[in-house]
């Protein structure tokens, strides 16, 4: 395998969005809208090569040549391979984040509607933005002090969750005897939507959705008999 050049390690840039790096402008309450992402061609570019290679088996180089470019100015742009890793990984975040928090704030009071909201936007997102979503598993990839602002923010949509969850075992709505366990496995599904879901497939995406809120409530509604 070729040696990639060394260079000295730049900052992070951490530009989460902006229309110069072509992330989505917040959809508003059009939450369940997506139109086609067009990602700067660095961060194209990048998204392909992990894609194909993993983060540690894409290359530097390799992200060059697919924008056409040379290695000073693609450095110029992002200072090194790990600043395209989270530019991509928290721009998605940050964008999930929003579409759930505009689920949320239309869902009403009730918890179950609640609920169905969130996981219909945290679905729907995996199923329209699956690229980017499948990049979470390079999360492992991230340095300490990055990993731990991508946690941070990914747990803010597990704790977004558990609150409507807590208040619908409060009001008697939902009976799961682990709430805890159960909002972390309806999560854990959500994201695996990104692993296996197709377009080409026979479901859609807001079918797809749709069963997931099922599931999910069917999760949470459960309990054990005494």
Not at 78 to 91: E, I, N, P, R
Request: proline share 5%; with cysteine; charged share 25%.
């Amino acid at each position: 395998m070729a040696q990639q050049t060394s260079r000295p390690k730049q900052p992070n840039r951490m530009r989460r969005e902006g229309p110069e790096l072509g992330f989505e402008a917040d959809p508003g309450a059009d939450w369940r809208h997506f139109e086609e992402l067009q990602l700067s061609p660095f961060l194209e570019a990048a998204l392909e090569e992990f894609g194909a290679h993993g983060y540690h088996g894409g290359s530097v180089r390799a992200i060059a040549n697919r924008v056409g470019v040379t290695l000073p100015t693609l450095y110029y742009h992002h200072g090194s391979k790990q600043d395209l890793l989270v530019t991509l990984l928290m721009g998605s975040m940050h964008d999930i984040l929003v579409r759930c928090r505009h689920a949320l704030a239309e869902a009403g009071d009730r918890p179950e509607d609640r609920v169905a909201h969130i996981v219909e936007s945290f679905t729907l997102y995996m199923t329209h933005r699956r690229r980017l979503a499948f990049l979470d598993g390079e999360v492992r990839n991230l340095e300490p002090e990055n990993r731990e602002r991508y946690v941070a923010q990914r747990t803010e949509l597990s704790l977004m969750l558990r609150a409507v969850v807590d208040d619908g075992i409060t009001d008697g709505v939902f009976h799961t005897p682990y709430p805890v366990e159960a909002v972390r496995a309806v999560v854990s599904m959500c994201q695996a939507v990104a692993v296996w879901y197709r377009p080409e497939g026979p479901l859609g995406e807001a079918e797809v959705a749709q069963r997931y809120v099922e599931l999910a409530l069917d999760t949470l509604v459960a309990g054990r008999c005494a």
